[in-house]
């Protein structure tokens, strides 16, 4: 029966850690409120001015605009480790192993 525990796991663990990044990237985009405070974010975080500025012009929600690769760019899977948040898949796998 253990087997069958395991079986689905990774992937739902996978999707979740997926989604949780994704609705963290929203909410540090709506805590920079403006497309100045957007863009000097992600300037900051090593994203090209021209991309940079497109992220932040454009007309897209929050939600739309935190998978565009610019957010990815700037708020990768290393920005948070250092933001201290880690993944659930690594946990989840850390758990899993005696």
Known sequence: MKHYRYGRSRS?????????RRKVRVI??????RQYTVFKFLKGQGVKTFQAWILALSGKGWWRMS??????????????????????L???TAY???
């Open 67 to 88: 998978i565009c690769p610019q957010a990815h760019q700037a708020m990768g899977i290393q920005w948070f480790k250092e933001q201290g948040l880690a993944g659930l």
């Open 28 to 33: 540090k985009l709506k805590q920079l409120k």
């Open 96 to 98: 899993k192993q005696p």
């Open 12 to 20: 739902l663990m996978l999707e979740l850690d997926q989604w949780v």
């Open 90 to 92: 690594e946990r989840w």
